[in-house]
């Protein structure tokens, strides 16, 4: 009788339900507060398992197996003298659990990260938001600036600012109800731009997830022309094929580093434990390589390698940036030290300090550097350590942090500097324990944002969607839950068990899981089978 009774509830609920959604959606206009005038504004309403189709420079999402949601499309205007617009993708869920959650950009997009809208935000039942940034293009590029300050602001913070501000009153306005919390995710620009707001705008979000951040634009960018230069230009007695990093120089850090952590697997749990020494495959008595066959190193390359896998000082002895770690050289020619100067190093100094689109790398020194920092154009540091007025009370908010020690792009030196420097300045300023308030994961052998050969499906930017699913959504699988139960109900993590799908993705099946570890925390071995992660703890 009461099943009956269910039964028949659900089968009228439900179709009432989706009129509810399609009509609401359908109807809904936006009432302007004065944030920024909007100049255009549509909405889309997809029923679950419809088929979603959106593609930008930036992301696309392609898939039949999200729930109900309205997708409503906002032109904010940012400066009405200059004319500049910025379109911000709203998701609203049917299921909405009250959260909100902004999600950001990758390098120097140009698109909505619609994917993560899609697989983290309504999947989870967060009304999402996400913005182009002010322009249209693909990551990787920054000559749509042509040295327009103003457009490089509104990619640096104020598309998001703007966007969230405007997504908020649209989320309150479509549910006529009051958010109950607000998060943030995004990893490398979406982890600078995270930390901006952190920094600047401290009640926006009650929790951000930041993935490695390039929240240090004005050393990161040198940084990374600096590591180009030691190999460039191609065919020189330094010059380093991809194919001499990935099997050479990788396979000979595996053999002096691999044990350290007790398990030979191809990843080093702790990769500043290995201090890596080429001499071992550096050619014997001067001898050159054969290049078509190398088995050995000129005393060039091998130079190379130790400064690429060093930390970088300036010809006046300061300090610049974290170098790469060793364990990740398989990816380090698709980042920085590749053949050619890599195009987010040279195009922040063409376009954002320069203004010269002919200038190259060969003219870079300390000035360079010192012109970058002087000029932080647009804004784009986010390396404030003094985040009191989000961390502290009133307004408690949490930072949960993540990065791969594998990473190919941004050192992941980088991530732990700024969470020391944050530690260090708040213990000055009474907070004793940055656990409280801030928590940075380490994941041995992940790349950039995902990827690699680590266990690198978590629930973060872009992983699901790229089919490196998390286990679960439970807060130990999955960090934007993690994040959640932090700031709700003040369950810290400690750690997560991640997973590595085979050949990193899910359809092939589970190839191992792994914890997580909250730095300085590494991931050590108990003993057992090594693709189970109850045979490893964080010690
Ligand atoms: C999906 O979107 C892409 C890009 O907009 C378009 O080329 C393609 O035809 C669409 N696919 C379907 C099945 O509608
Ligand atoms: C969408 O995904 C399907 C299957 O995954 C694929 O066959 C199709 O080409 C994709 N379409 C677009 C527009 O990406
Ligand atoms: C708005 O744009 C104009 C023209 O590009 C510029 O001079 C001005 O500084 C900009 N204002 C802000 C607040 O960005
Ligand atoms: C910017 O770079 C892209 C990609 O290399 C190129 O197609 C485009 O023509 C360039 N635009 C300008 C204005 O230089
Ligand atoms: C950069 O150069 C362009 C063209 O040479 C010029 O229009 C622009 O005003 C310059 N921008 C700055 C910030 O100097
Ligand atoms: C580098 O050397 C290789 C092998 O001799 C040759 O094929 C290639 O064209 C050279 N590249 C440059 C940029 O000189
Ligand atoms: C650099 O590498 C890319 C990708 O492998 C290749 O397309 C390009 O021709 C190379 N350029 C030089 C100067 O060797
Ligand atoms: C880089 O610029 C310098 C100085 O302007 C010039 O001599 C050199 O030829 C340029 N190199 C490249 C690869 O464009
Ligand atoms: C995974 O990749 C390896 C190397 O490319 C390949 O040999 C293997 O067949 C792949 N396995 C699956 C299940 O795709």
Same mark, same amino acid.
């Given at each position: 009788?009461?099943?009956?009774?269910?039964?028949?509830?659900?089968?009228?609920?439900?179709?009432?339900?989706?009129?509810?959604?399609?009509?609401?959606?359908?109807?809904?206009?936006?009432?302007?507060?004065?944030?920024? +005038?909007?100049?255009?504004?549509?909405?889309?309403?997809?029923?679950?398992?419809?088929?979603?189709?959106?593609?930008?420079?930036? @992301?696309?999402?392609?898939?039949?197996?999200?729930?109900?949601?309205?997708?409503?499309?906002?032109?904010?205007?940012?400066?009405?003298?200059?004319? @500049?617009?910025?379109?911000?993708?709203?998701?609203?869920?049917?299921?909405?659990?009250?959260?909100? !959650? =902004?999600?950001?950009?990758?390098?120097?997009? *140009?698109?909505?990260?619609?994917?993560?809208?899609?697989?983290?935000?309504?999947?989870?039942?967060?009304?999402?938001?996400?913005?182009?940034?002010?322009?249209?293009?693909?990551?990787?590029?920054?000559?749509?600036?042509?040295?327009?300050?103003?457009?490089?602001?509104?990619?640096?913070?104020?598309?998001?600012?703007?966007?969230?501000?405007?997504?908020?009153?649209?989320?309150?306005?479509?549910?006529?109800?009051?958010?109950?919390?607000?998060?943030?995710?995004?990893?490398?620009?979406?982890?600078?731009?995270?930390?901006?707001?952190?920094?600047?705008?401290?009640?926006?979000?009650?929790?951000?997830?930041?993935?490695?951040? @390039?929240?240090?634009? =004005?050393?990161?960018?040198?940084?990374?022309?600096?590591? *180009?230069?030691?190999?460039?230009?191609?065919?020189?007695?330094?010059?380093?094929?991809?194919?001499?990093?990935?099997?050479?120089?990788?396979?000979?850090?595996?053999?002096?580093?691999?044990?350290?952590?007790?398990?030979?697997?191809?990843?080093?749990?702790?990769?500043?434990?290995?201090?890596?020494?080429?001499? +071992?495959?550096?050619?014997?008595?001067?001898? !050159? +390589?054969? +290049?078509?066959?190398?088995?050995?190193?000129?005393?060039?390359?091998?130079?190379?390698?130790?400064?690429?896998?060093?930390?970088?000082?300036?010809?006046?002895?300061?300090?610049?940036?974290?170098?790469?770690?060793?364990?990740?050289?398989?990816?380090?020619?698709?980042?920085?030290?590749?053949?050619?100067?890599?195009?987010?190093?040279?195009?922040?100094?063409?376009?954002?300090?320069?203004?010269?689109?002919?200038?190259?790398?060969?003219?870079?020194?300390?000035?360079?550097?010192?012109?970058?920092?002087? !000029?932080?154009?647009?804004? =784009?540091?986010?390396?404030?350590?003094?985040?009191?007025?989000?961390?502290?009370?009133?307004?408690?908010?949490?930072?949960?942090?993540?990065?791969? !020690?594998?990473?190919?792009?941004?050192?992941?030196?980088?991530?732990?500097?700024?969470?020391?420097?944050?530690?260090?300045?708040?213990?000055?300023?009474?907070?004793?324990?940055?656990?409280?308030?801030?928590?940075?994961?380490?994941?041995?052998?992940?790349?950039?944002?995902?990827? &690699?050969?680590?266990?690198?499906?978590?629930?973060?930017?872009?992983?699901?969607?790229?089919?490196?699913?998390?286990? @679960?959504?439970?807060?130990?699988?999955?960090?934007?839950?993690?994040?959640?139960?932090?700031?709700?109900?003040?369950?810290?993590?400690?750690?997560?068990?991640?997973?590595?799908?085979?050949?990193?993705?899910?359809?092939? *099946?589970?190839?191992?899981?792994?914890?997580?570890?909250?730095?300085?925390?590494?991931?050590?071995?108990? *003993?057992?089978?090594?693709?189970?992660?109850?045979?490893?703890?964080? &010690?």
């Amino acid at each position: 009788m009461k099943s009956l009774l269910l039964l028949a509830l659900a089968s009228t609920t439900a179709p009432l339900a989706r009129a509810w959604g399609a009509e609401r959606c359908a109807s809904f206009t936006l009432k302007e507060s004065g944030v920024a +005038p909007v100049s255009a504004f549509s909405a889309q309403f997809y029923d679950a398992g419809d088929f979603v189709n959106v593609t930008n420079p930036f @992301s696309s999402i392609n898939t039949t197996s999200l729930p109900a949601f309205c997708r409503i499309q906002v032109a904010i205007v940012s400066n009405q003298t200059a004319g @500049s617009v910025v379109n911000t993708e709203v998701w609203l869920p049917e299921a909405w659990t009250g959260r909100f !959650l =902004t999600v950001g950009n990758g390098g120097y997009a *140009g698109g909505a990260t619609v994917e993560d809208l899609g697989y983290v935000g309504v999947a989870q039942g967060f009304a999402g938001v996400s913005t182009d940034t002010g322009h249209v293009s693909t990551a990787g590029g920054a000559n749509w600036t042509l040295g327009d300050v103003n457009a490089i602001t509104d990619w640096s913070w104020r598309a998001i600012r703007l966007s969230v501000l405007i997504g908020k009153e649209t989320v309150e306005q479509y549910y006529n109800q009051k958010i109950t919390k607000s998060y943030y995710l995004g990893c490398s620009t979406g982890g600078r731009q995270g930390l901006i707001e952190v920094q600047r705008f401290p009640t926006d979000f009650d929790g951000v997830l930041i993935g490695s951040p @390039s929240n240090w634009m =004005t050393h990161l960018q040198p940084w990374g022309l600096h590591v *180009g230069n030691l190999v460039q230009p191609v065919n020189s007695s330094r010059w380093i094929p991809a194919e001499t990093w990935a099997g050479l120089i990788h396979n000979e850090v595996l053999r002096q580093c691999d044990g350290l952590d007790g398990v030979n697997d191809g990843i080093l749990n702790d990769p500043t434990a290995c201090h890596f020494d080429p001499s +071992p495959i550096t050619c014997a008595g001067g001898t !050159l +390589p054969d +290049p078509t066959n190398p088995i050995c190193l000129s005393a060039d390359q091998a130079d190379a390698v130790t400064k690429v896998l060093s930390d970088y000082y300036a010809e006046d002895g300061s300090f610049v940036f974290n170098g790469y770690y060793p364990g990740g050289e398989v990816g380090y020619p698709t980042g920085y030290v590749a053949n050619v100067s890599n195009v987010y190093a040279i195009d922040y100094e063409r376009y954002f300090v320069m203004n010269d689109s002919m200038w190259n790398a060969t003219s870079l020194n300390v000035d360079v550097i010192r012109l970058g920092d002087e !000029l932080d154009v647009g804004r =784009t540091n986010a390396i404030d350590p003094d985040i009191r007025p989000f961390v502290n009370a009133p307004h408690n908010g949490k930072i949960l942090h993540y990065v791969g !020690l594998a990473d190919q792009l941004i050192s992941p030196g980088n991530s732990k500097l700024y969470h020391q420097n944050v530690a260090g300045f708040m213990a000055q300023h009474g907070r004793l324990d940055v656990d409280d308030f801030y928590r940075l994961f380490t994941v041995p052998g992940m790349q950039h944002w995902y990827g &690699g050969f680590g266990a690198n499906a978590f629930g973060a930017s872009r992983q699901a969607s790229l089919g490196m699913t998390p286990l @679960s959504h439970s807060p130990e699988n999955d960090i934007v839950q993690a994040l959640v139960a932090w700031v709700e109900h003040g369950r810290a993590p400690t750690q997560l068990i991640a997973a590595s799908w085979v050949n990193n993705s899910d359809a092939n *099946g589970l190839a191992f899981t792994r914890p997580i570890c909250k730095f300085p925390l590494q991931v050590k071995y108990k *003993g057992g089978n090594p693709n189970v992660a109850s045979s490893f703890f964080c &010690g």
